[in-house]
C-alpha cells in the first residue's frame, strides 16, 4: 500500500498469479453414460454448502481483505480460488455429461433442493483466521469428496473426483505454509 496525494493505492498486483494446483493433467472429462443420481451428487459439490462455489467466494473474500495489507498472502489466497474455478468447471461439464442441471442448486438424495447462498461461507478479515477456516473447509470438501467416490461406480467421473482431492490436499499444505508464516 503506497500514498499518493492524500490517496490510497494498492501496490499488490495479480497480474501474473496462476492457479495453485498440482502439477499433473486432469484425466478427460467423460462418463459411462447419463445417471442423474451421480450428477445430484455432483451437484452438491458445485453448488451446496461444501462445494467449489463456496470456496471460490471464501477465498476471493479472504483475497479482496488481505491485498491491502499481505500482498503476497492474498496472491497465494487468489491462486487457490483461480484452483477452485477449474474444479467448479469440470463439475460442470460432468454434471451435464451425466444429465443433470448446472444451476447452483443441490439436490439432495432425500429429495431436498438448495439454492447456493453466501451464507455458506466464513468471513473474516484477520489472515489466521481466512487461513484457518479454509483448511477446514478443504478437509471437508475432501471428505465430501471421498463419500461421493463411495457412492459411484463411474471410473471416469471417479477419476475426475480423485484428481481434484490430489489439489485440495495441495491446497491445504500451501495454506499451513501460510499460517507459519504469520
Known amino acids: ?17 496462476k492457479p495453485v494446483m498440482m502439477d499433473l493433467p486432469y484425466p478427460p472429462i467423460q462418463v459411462k453414460g447419463k445417471n442423474e443420481a451421480f450428477a445430484n451428487l455432483l451437484s452438491i459439490d458445485y453448488g451446496g454448502a461444501v462445494s467449489e462455489m463456496s470456496a471460490i467466494t471464501q477465498y476471493l473474500c479472504g483475497e479482496s481483505s488481505l491485498c491491502i495489507e499481505n500482498c503476497p498472502a492474498a496472491q497465494v489466497i487468489l491462486g487457490i480460488a483461480m484452483a477452485e474455478m477449474i474444479h467448479l468447471q469440470k463439475l460442470g461439464q460432468l454434471i451435464c455429461l451425466l ?8 439436490r439432495y438424495r432425500d429429495g431436498r433442493r438448495k439454492l447456493w447462498t453466501p451464507e455458506y ?15 477446514e473447509a478443504e478437509k471437508e470438501a475432501i471428505n465430501q469428496y471421498k463419500m461421493h467416490i463411495r457412492m459411484m461406480n ?11 482431492i490430489k489439489d485440495e490436499e495441495y491446497h491445504i499444505m500451501m495454506l499451513r505454509a501460510l499460517l507459519e508464516s504469520v
Open 1 to 17: 500500500m503506497e500514498k499518493k496525494d492524500n490517496t490510497t493505492v494498492s501496490s499488490c498486483s495479480f497480474a501474473a498469479i
Open 121 to 135: 461461507i466464513n468471513i473474516s478479515d484477520n489472515l489466521e483466521k481466512i487461513v484457518s477456516s479454509n483448511i
Open 154 to 164: 463411474d471410473p471416469y467421473v471417479i477419476a475426475v473426483l480423485e484428481r481434484i
Open 99 to 106: 444429465g443433470g442441471n448446472v444451476d447452483f442448486i443441490a
